[in-house]
């Protein structure tokens, strides 16, 4: 499957992926044997539908991953892809099992007394059900006792409705395990700049691209993104601290807490009795990220290496297997302490010597292009740059320490794109001239500059077709060469886009029950971040919003464009006065600013009602297909 518009490699490309071809260690084979290890079953055919009969997650449409690399796809990222494509049940260990190939991550099975935990129950509720359906196939049909999150992402919790009901958590039969203050990351991540983040996590993860050769062949964590329902089922129990246990349906469980690493939030655990350790996100098969590119927080290399310190010094002793949410185990003790010791040497090379770089008064970008790996890990097939890339992390390092600003002045008050582009294109003497020097870069080999010129037209003249056409072309080569499977999915997702028009946002991750997990401070933020500033400059308005369920009264206000809140006591009388209770609030969020649709939800209303039209008139709702590749 592929797009009409689709060009075959150029020579720069087809020589490039051959250097690497033969550079790097293609007859090791040992993560196909171990991730091929202890398959019990597949699911045949492998295409997962919605109540709707929608399909939202098809694996078999990876089947094209056979063979040796064609010269539309780096050989590194199709190896990566063709391991991440290997579906079924495997049994980890006896008592521990793991579904991969159903989704963006994987989801594992720990079988206790009388049922069976699940581990980090995927994106979906419609993958995760179809994963726990092939498990019971093949063990049996065991309830679920137990649920854990890792971290909040979502593709580690959103699946969380397709193996257990809110009445079976509610009732205290299945306890949900979580690390501290996972409910909050997880809903501010998927709100705050939610609609941003998923419009970007459309490129990032190609779901829309035409899978083949020359279209999407995986993310190098996994194949893509599931996009059925995104569910949230919010914790009964908190991990807070390294060393604490919990037994659950027999199942012994010593956990490690790793905050500020792959997630805000994180944890490690490790099962006694099957001497097993769950690495989380913090050690799988390939350089993670430091700053993902569908945006987040800039992650902390230092404290990452620290915590894979710590987790050798606790279980590299005795640990015989080393799973993770992603990708395949490793089996034995000795591959094990190497496999987690190559990690943290990875994280803790890159903070290091970025910051050794900096103090010399090296950029960002000048870092990214010179620093290189030692040997032994760029040789390493678990630390290559499938998924974060040593260029986007050292950037996020620099960033992290240093800002966006790096010293020059030329760089402190710099045109916005459409400026810039107009100034350039001028500089080159019109836009035919510089599409022309473009193509020049193009049949060099240069896609770099090519994109940086074509993209400069492309602002200044957004309907120029040469300047499209090249620039799709330009993005196309890129992506052929790229072993970063995100970066593949996004120049391929620029191409598309030019070629063919916005595709939109195909997986929205604030869902009602992400939503629903906002605290009442955190919807009111949400509110907030909508207000469109300039139309509210002139506009006053204060509401108070009575919980009776928390007994709590807020303040809301709206002045100088801005929408804050108190708790405080208040003086004098609020305009409007809404009465209700937090499970109802959510409603505020989704839009419901108006008397009828509250009075509807049941939520009580005094006072004078027009504050509502007043403030949903300056509401300014994201966009989900704002522009990205074009003005």
């Known amino acids: 499957m592929m797009s009409s518009n689709s060009r075959e490699a150029t020579a720069t490309i087809i020589a490039q992926n051959a250097a690497l071809r033969e550079r790097l260690p293609f007859s090791d084979t040992q993560d196909f044997e171990d991730a091929n290890r202890g398959l019990l079953g597949k699911r045949v055919p492998n295409a997962i539908r919605n109540a709707e009969g929608t399909v939202v997650w098809d694996n078999d449409t990876y089947d094209f991953l056979q063979g040796e690399a064609p010269d539309t796809a780096n050989p590194n990222l199709w190896r990566q892809s063709q391991l991440n494509s290997i579906q079924?049940?495997?049994?980890?260990?006896?008592?521990?099992y793991q579904v991969r190939g159903f989704d963006l991550s994987n989801v594992t099975f720990i079988e206790g007394d009388t049922g069976v935990l699940v581990l980090d129950p995927l994106v979906t509720e419609e993958t995760a059900a179809a994963a726990l359906e092939l498990y019971r196939e093949h063990r049996g049909d065991r309830p679920v006792t137990g649920v854990l999150?890792?971290?909040p992402h979502v593709d580690h919790f959103g699946g969380v409705r397709g193996i257990v009901s809110q009445e079976d958590v509610d009732s205290g039969r299945v306890p949900v395990i979580a690390p501290e203050h996972f409910t909050e990351h997880a809903a501010s991540e998927n709100v705050y700049a939610g609609t941003a983040m998923a419009r970007r996590s459309a490129y990032m993860f190609?779901?829309?691209?035409?899978?083949?050769?020359?279209?999407?062949?995986?993310?190098?964590?996994?194949?893509?993104?599931?996009?059925g329902n995104i569910t949230l089922i919010a914790p009964t129990l908190d991990i807070t601290t390294t060393g604490q246990e919990e037994v659950v349906d027999g199942v012994r469980m010593v956990f490690q807490m790793a905050p500020g690493t792959e997630a805000p939030a994180e944890f490690l655990v490790y099962f006694p009795e099957h001497k097993a350790l769950c690495a989380a996100e913090d050690a799988t098969h390939t350089l993670h990220n430091l700053l993902t590119l569908r945006g987040a927080l800039v992650r902390d290399p230092h404290a990452w290496a620290g915590y894979l310190t710590e987790t050798i010094d606790l279980w590299g002793g005795e640990a015989e297997v080393v799973f993770a949410s992603h990708h395949w185990p490793t089996w034995g003790?000795?591959?094990?302490?190497?496999?987690?010791?190559?990690?943290?040497d990875l994280y803790a090379y890159l903070h290091d010597q970025s910051l050794r770089l900096i103090n010399q008064g090296w950029t960002g970008i000048e870092i990214a292009e010179h620093l290189e790996l030692p040997p032994v890990l760029e040789n390493a097939w678990h630390a290559r740059g499938y998924y974060g890339s040593v260029s986007h992390n050292l950037k996020a390092i620099y960033q992290r320490y240093m800002g966006w600003y790096d010293g020059n002045p030329a760089h402190l008050w710099q045109h916005p794109p459409v400026a810039q582009g107009k100034r350039y294109v001028k500089l080159a003497g019109g836009a035919d001239a510089a599409v022309a020097n473009a193509q020049a870069a193009f049949d060099e080999g240069d896609f770099r500059w090519a994109a940086e010129v074509l993209s400069h037209v492309v602002f200044a003249e957004p309907d120029h077709a040469g300047a499209r056409t090249l620039l799709?072309?330009?993005?196309?080569?890129?992506?052929?060469?790229?072993?970063?499977?995100v970066w593949r999915n996004i120049y391929l997702s620029g191409a598309t886009e030019l070629r063919e028009g916005k595709f939109g946002t195909p997986t929205v991750s604030a869902s009602p029950d992400v939503i629903s997990a906002l605290t009442p401070e955190m919807l009111f933020d949400a509110v907030a971040i909508q207000i469109n500033g300039p139309r509210a400059w002139e506009l006053k308005l204060s509401i108070d919003v009575v919980l009776t369920d928390a007994d709590v009264r807020y303040r809301l206000r709206l002045s100088n464009g801005a929408l804050t809140y108190s708790s405080a006591p208040q003086s004098g009388d609020a305009e409007l006065t809404i009465t209700t209770t937090k499970q109802a609030l959510p409603v505020?969020?989704?839009?419901?600013?108006?008397?009828?649709?509250?009075?509807?939800a049941g939520i009580e209303l005094s006072g004078d009602t027009t504050v509502l039209e007043r403030l949903a008139s300056v509401i300014d709702p994201g966009d989900p297909d704002f522009s990205i590749v074009t003005p």
């Open 88 to 96: 079924g049940l495997f049994e980890v260990v006896p008592g521990i």
């Open 333 to 344: 003790n000795e591959r094990v302490v190497k496999f987690l010791s190559e990690q943290r």
């Open 149 to 151: 999150y890792t971290h």
């Open 588 to 600: 505020l969020a989704t839009g419901a600013l108006s008397a009828d649709r509250l009075t509807e």
């Open 472 to 485: 799709a072309d330009t993005f196309e080569q890129l992506g052929y060469g790229c072993e970063n499977g």
């Open 206 to 227: 190609g779901a829309a691209l035409a899978r083949g050769p020359q279209g999407a062949i995986g993310t190098g964590l996994a194949q893509t993104v599931a996009t």
